[in-house]
């Protein structure tokens, strides 16, 4: 099992950038595929982007691509999600997920609190 904890959310003018970083606990975090999602006020929560285990494969919604980048480092058993040239259509809980396959229809087994990204216009 694995426990996630998301941080650098936060508000944003349209246009700006922000980092989100996802700590996992425990000694298997090598051993998951990763993800991000997001949620919006009164939307169904959406796959953002997910990693491989080795950080060698990456999947990103289209709406995401060319403008968020995916990365982790098992070192330090983190997943980090650098959003640049935010839009306010960005706006959304962030949440970190572990254990599904690199994939925007996977399930994922384990998922963080959530870290709140606005984004003002």
């Known amino acids: 099992q694995v426990q996630l904890v998301e941080s650098g959310g936060g508000l944003v003018q349209a246009g700006g950038s922000l980092r989100l970083s996802c700590a996992a606990s425990?000694?298997?975090?090598?051993?998951?595929?990763m993800a991000w999602f997001r949620q919006a006020p009164g939307k169904e929560r959406e796959f953002v982007v997910a990693?491989?285990?080795?950080?060698?494969?990456?999947v990103y919604a289209d709406s995401v691509k060319g403008r968020f980048t995916i990365s982790r480092d098992n070192a330090k058993n983190t997943v980090y999600l650098q959003m640049n040239s935010l839009k306010p259509e960005d706006t959304a809980v962030y949440y970190c997920a572990a254990g599904g396959l690199v994939s925007p229809q996977a399930k994922y087994l384990y998922w963080g609190q959530g870290t709140q990204v606005t984004v003002s216009s």
């Open positions: 990693i491989s285990r080795s950080g060698g494969s990456t």
């Open positions: 425990g000694r298997t975090f090598s051993s998951y595929n």
